[in-house]
């Protein structure tokens, strides 16, 4: 059973930085597809980042440029690195894996910015 844990959110005032890091815990660490999600209070969740089994990442239009998605497969980590944030990026922020379809999930961690 895989299980999504994901850390690193907070508060920060706009222009500033944050990591987030996502774990992937369970007794394999599978070559699935990955990705960051995000919903805010009132709005639709909404992809931000994914990298597929291939290798391949790719951003949503309103990230693009400020937030980097990295893979470290010696820890089983997935990390949202995320640049000249705004406050239209407060939301809560999920990780989610899966072959195809996306059915795991996290329970997100808070991103706030002022």
């Known amino acids: 059973h895989v299980q999504l844990v994901e850390s690193g959110g907070g508060s920060v005032q706009a222009g500033g930085s944050l990591t987030l890091s996502c774990e992937v815990r369970g007794p394999t660490y599978p070559s699935w597809r990955y990705g960051w999600f995000r919903q805010a209070p009132g709005k639709q969740r909404e992809g931000v980042a994914n990298i597929d089994t291939d290798g391949r990442i790719t951003y949503a239009d309103s990230v693009s440029g400020r937030f980097t998605l990295s893979r470290d497969n010696a820890k089983r980590r997935v990390f949202l690195q995320m640049n000249s944030l705004k406050s239209e990026d407060s939301a809560l922020h999920y990780c989610?894996?899966?072959?195809?379809?996306?059915?795991?999930w996290g329970q997100g961690t808070q991103v706030t910015v002022s």
């Open positions: 989610a894996a899966g072959q195809v379809k996306y059915i795991h």
